[in-house]
């Protein structure tokens, strides 16, 4: 029967072999690399901005960096992360805190201690995330959409 063959040769094309394995080993291991370096290398090349003097919230106690956010009721502390305790970067906390840390702050409309989302860190910061969830989506490395696309959007 020629279904019968047609699927007995697309099984053994589609079986994977040594060499296929290794590959995809090896795309995984690139697109790891890429975005680890993007995302640590951006920020840091992008710089701090110096936490505005004399604005510090009431409801706000510092003890600490508050680097993931979870576990704290008061608005996001971009302070620390990259920076000095006096300086904060958005694209550092977007790029390096928890997706759902980031996505809070995301949603948030005021920042501790004063500090503010600039329009050009979060364009960077989208478009950072936007090309590095298009790598990775046909690739062999297991990711999640959700929380991507919650970022891009």
């Known amino acids: 029967d020629l279904s019968t063959l047609f699927r007995r040769k697309l099984f053994r094309l589609a079986a994977p072999?040594?060499?296929s394995r290794r590959a995809r080993l090896l795309e995984v291991a690139l697109i790891v690399i890429f975005t680890v370096s993007v995302c640590f290398w951006c920020?840091?090349?992008?710089g701090c901005t110096l936490v505005p003097l004399g604005k510090s919230d009431d409801n706000h106690h510092d003890d600490g960096r508050h680097l993931a956010g979870i576990g704290f009721d008061g608005p996001p502390d971009l302070?620390?992360?990259?920076c000095s305790d006096d300086h904060y970067s958005t694209m550092a906390y977007i790029?390096?805190?928890p997706k759902e840390a980031a996505t809070k702050a995301l949603f948030s409309k005021d920042m501790a201690n004063g500090a503010h989302m600039?329009?050009?860190s979060l364009l960077l910061c989208f478009l950072i995330i936007y090309v590095a969830t298009l790598l990775t989506f046909g690739s062999?490395?297991?990711v999640g959409l959700f929380i991507p696309n919650i970022l891009s959007g």
């Open 17 to 19: 072999s040594a060499a």
């Open 43 to 46: 920020p840091i090349a992008y």
């Open 118 to 120: 600039d329009i050009e």
């Open 95 to 97: 790029l390096l805190q």
């Open 79 to 82: 302070s620390g992360i990259i």
């Open 140 to 142: 062999a490395l297991s």
